[in-house]
C-alpha cells in the first residue's frame, strides 16, 4: 500500500510542540511513512487573531510542526472541517452569524449546547461561510508540501434547516443537493491549492452523490466496528453495505481508518484490515481522537501493530504480542492487553440508586476478564520504568475505570434486591462505594501526573479534563445520595430490546401516583446495552426506582434520534407485583403497543427509527413517542 498513516488529534487537545515531535518520531520508527495532522480551526492566522492562544497554535508553531514531519521524510496531511465539526470557529462571537443556528438548544438536536451553544454545523448558504474557510484553509496549506488535503465533511447533522436553506429548498433544492455543491465547492478549492481532496465517506449512507462525484477524490472509508463480511453504517440506520466493493465498481480510490482507542482495539484494526487487503486500498489510516481527558500513551502498543501489521510485518500472533512487549517490557501484560476484548466499552445508566440494569452472562465473562487484566497490570507498574511505566499507567487507568465501571454496575443489582426486600440498612453497600471511590481518586492522581509530565502548561480544553476528573470523584457520593433518597421505594420494571449504542434516543418515564395531580417524572436519560462494543444488543431488563404507593398509570415516552423498543413491564408497589392490563397510545410514532399486554420477546416500538427522516427534519429529535400502561391483576 501507498500510505501507512497515523493520525493526531490537535483539535480537540492541543498538545506541546515537543510531544507533536515525540509522536513523529515513534510514528516513523513503528512504519508509518503518512502522518495527518487534524486541524479543525486550531491554528491562528492573520485574520484570526482572537482565537483562544490555549487551544490554537500560531502560523509559526504550526509551520514548525510541518516542517519536522516533512524533514523525518514523512508526508504531512492537513485535515480540516468546513461544514459540520466547526463549533469551536462558531463558539466566538465574531463568526456566530455563520452557524446553522443561533441557538442550539432550542433549534438544534440539543448537541453540547452548554459549551458550544451555537452547536457544529455551519450554514452553507451564507457565502460568508465559504469566503472564511477557503482563505483560512488556503492560509494554513500553505504551510504543506504533501500531494494531499482533508476536507472532512463527515457527521453532517443538522443542516438545511435555517431560514435560508429552507428557501432553497422550497426552491427545488434538496439537502442532497446541498450537500453535493458543498463537495464540489471543497474539491474545487482543494484544485486550486494543488492537493488531491480526501473526504470521509460516512454521509454516502444518506446521500448518494458518489454517481456526481470527480474520480480523483480519495474516500476516507472509517470504520470503528467489528467488521465481517461488509461494514455495518455509522448512525441510527446502521446501513450494510459492501462500500469497497461499490467504490471498486464507480473507479475511485480509498484509504481504510481505524481506531486505536486506548489498549488494544485489535478487533477492530484486524477485521477491518482483513476486509481492506480483499480489496485494493491506497492505505491504511489510523486515527486518534479526542484526548482532551485522556492520552495517546496507552494507544501506543495498538498504533505500533498497526504499522506493522500494514507493512507485513506480522505473521502470527506471537509477532503481535512482540510488538506490544517491545513497547512495554512487560512479555505478560502486552500478551493480555493485546487479547484484551473490551476496548471500546459503553457504560450506561451509572445511577445505579435510581436505574439499574440486570446482570447477564456476558456482563459476568467481562467483569472477570477485566479483574484479571487489573490485577496482572497493578503487578507489571511495580516493575514499570520510565516511558513503558506511563504507557502502562495510562492502559491501567483505563482498564481500571471500566472495571469500577463494571463493579457500579453489578452493585446495582444489590441495591435493587435491598429495595424489593424492603431494606433499611445499606452500610454494605455504602462501604463497596467507598472503596469504588478510592479507585476513581486513584486514576485521577495518575491522569494528573501524566498532564503534568506530556501537557505541562497546556491547558484542557473547555475544562473537559477537569470535568471527566469531578465526574470520577463525585460518582460514588451521588449514588449514595440516590439510595438514600430511593429507600422504601417501589420498583418498575422495564423489558427493553436494545439493538445497539449507537443511537441516541433517551427514555422519559413518568408515573401518575393516586392522589396526585400531575405526572411525576421518574427517570430520563439514555437506556442501552450496559457494556457494549457499538454492536453487542439484546433484550435487557431495567429496574427504576419509584414512589412505594399507588399508581394509576405510568407513561413511557422516546425523545432523540432512534426508537426505543419495549416487550413488558411490571410494578412493585406496597409488597404486590403487578402487571399490565391496558395500554394507550399517545403521541408520535407509535408500533404494536398491545405488546406490552404479554410477557414475551414481542415488543412496542415507539419513536422515529428511521435516520434519513432525521436527517432530512430535525424536529422529529425533540417530537415525543409513547404509551400510557395501566397496571391490575397481580403476579
Not at 480537540?12 to 509522536?23: A, F, G, L, P, S
Not at 445511577?351 to 497493578?378: C, M, Y
Not at 462505594?433 to 501524566?450: P, T
Request: with cysteine; charged share 30%.
Amino acid at each position: 500500500m501507498k500510505m501507512i498513516a497515523l493520525q493526531i488529534d490537535l483539535a480537540r487537545q492541543k498538545e506541546t510542540i515537543d510531544y507533536v515531535k515525540t509522536y513523529v518520531d515513534k510514528a516513523k520508527k513503528y512504519g508509518y511513512n503518512t502522518i495527518f495532522l487534524y486541524l479543525e480551526t486550531c491554528v491562528r492566522t492573520e485574520d484570526t487573531p482572537h482565537f483562544d492562544e490555549n487551544e490554537t497554535y500560531s502560523l509559526d508553531e504550526m509551520k514548525e510542526i510541518v516542517d519536522y514531519i516533512e524533514s523525518s521524510g514523512l508526508t504531512a496531511v492537513p485535515a480540516f472541517e468546513n461544514f459540520y465539526h466547526v463549533e469551536k470557529l462558531l463558539f466566538y462571537k465574531e463568526f456566530a452569524h455563520l452557524a446553522e443556528f443561533p441557538d442550539e438548544k432550542t433549534q438544534g438536536r440539543g448537541w453540547a449546547p452548554a459549551i458550544y451553544p451555537r452547536g457544529a454545523v455551519g450554514c452553507t448558504s451564507n457565502p460568508g461561510l465559504n469566503e472564511f474557510f477557503d482563505k483560512y484553509i488556503s492560509d494554513v496549506t500553505a504551510l504543506f508540501h504533501g500531494e494531499y488535503i482533508h476536507m472532512g465533511l463527515d457527521e453532517i447533522f443538522e443542516f438545511g434547516e435555517c431560514p435560508a436553506c429552507k428557501e432553497r429548498i422550497k426552491n427545488g433544492e434538496t439537502k442532497k443537493d446541498i450537500f453535493l455543491k458543498q463537495v464540489l465547492h471543497d474539491y474545487e478549492l482543494a484544485g486550486k491549492l494543488g492537493k488531491r481532496m480526501m473526504m470521509w465517506d460516512d454521509f454516502f449512507e444518506y446521500y448518494d452523490i458518489l454517481p456526481d462525484l470527480p474520480k480523483d477524490i480519495l474516500l476516507g472509508h472509517w470504520n470503528y466496528n467489528f467488521i465481517g463480511s461488509e461494514t455495518k453504517g455509522h448512525w441510527t440506520g446502521r446501513v450494510r453495505r459492501d462500500w469497497l466493493s461499490i467504490y471498486d465498481e464507480l473507479g475511485f480510490e480509498y484509504f481504510c481508518c481505524v481506531w486505536g482507542r486506548q489498549t488494544s482495539a485489535t478487533y477492530n484494526l484486524e477485521t477491518l484490515t482483513d476486509y481492506a487487503l480483499k480489496h485494493s486500498p491506497v492505505g491504511m489510516l489510523m486515527t486518534e481522537w479526542e484526548c482532551s481527558d485522556s492520552f495517546y500513551l496507552g494507544s501506543y502498543p495498538v498504533i505500533a501493530y498497526a504499522a506493522k501489521l500494514w507493512n507485513g510485518e506480522i505473521k502470527s500472533e506471537d509477532d503481535a504480542i512482540n510488538v506490544y512487549a517491545g513497547i512495554l517490557s512487560d512479555d505478560l501484560a502486552a500478551r493480555e492487553i493485546y487479547r484484551d476484548p473490551i476496548v471500546n466499552d459503553v457504560l450506561y445508566n451509572l445511577s445505579v440508586g435510581k436505574i439499574a440494569e440486570d446482570d447477564n452472562l456476558v456482563k459476568l465473562t467481562e467483569r472477570r476478564f477485566a479483574e484479571k487484566l487489573v490485577d496482572g497490570l497493578k503487578g507489571s507498574l511495580k516493575n514499570a520504568k520510565g516511558e513503558a511505566a506511563d504507557v502502562l499507567t495510562d492502559i491501567f487507568d483505563s482498564d481500571y475505570e471500566r472495571l469500577l465501571k463494571m463493579r457500579l454496575h453489578y452493585l446495582g443489582k444489590e441495591i435493587f434486591d435491598g429495595y424489593e426486600a424492603g431494606e433499611k440498612d445499606f452500610s454494605s453497600v455504602y462501604e463497596k462505594l467507598d472503596e469504588i471511590e478510592k479507585g476513581f481518586l486513584k486514576i485521577n492522581e495518575n491522569a494528573d501526573k501524566l498532564w503534568k509530565k506530556y501537557r505541562d502548561g497546556i491547558k484542557s480544553a473547555k475544562g473537559q479534563f477537569e470535568n471527566t476528573k469531578n465526574y470520577r470523584a463525585n460518582l460514588c457520593e451521588s449514588v449514595k445520595e440516590q439510595i438514600k433518597e430511593n429507600i422504601g421505594c417501589g420498583v418498575l420494571y422495564i423489558d427493553m430490546m436494545t439493538p445497539d449504542a449507537f443511537s441516541s434516543p433517551k427514555i422519559k418515564v413518568r408515573v401518575k401516583y393516586a392522589g396526585e395531580k400531575e405526572e411525576t417524572p421518574e427517570y430520563t436519560g439514555a437506556i442501552k446495552p450496559g457494556l457494549v462494543s457499538f454492536d453487542a444488543g439484546g433484550t435487557h431488563t431495567f429496574r427504576i426506582a419509584i414512589k412505594n404507593k399507588p399508581v394509576e398509570y405510568v407513561t413511557l415516552s422516546c425523545v432523540g434520534e432512534g426508537s426505543l423498543f419495549t416487550s413488558s413491564l411490571r410494578l412493585l408497589t406496597n409488597g404486590k407485583k403487578l402487571e399490565v392490563t391496558a395500554v394507550e397510545k399517545l403521541g408520535g410514532s407509535v408500533i404494536n403497543e398491545h405488546a406490552l399486554l404479554t410477557s414475551d420477546v414481542t415488543f412496542c416500538e415507539y419513536g422515529y427509527n428511521d435516520a434519513a427522516e432525521h436527517l432530512n427534519d430535525v424536529t422529529l429529535a425533540r417530537k415525543e413517542s409513547g404509551v400510557k400502561v395501566f397496571f391490575g391483576g397481580r403476579l
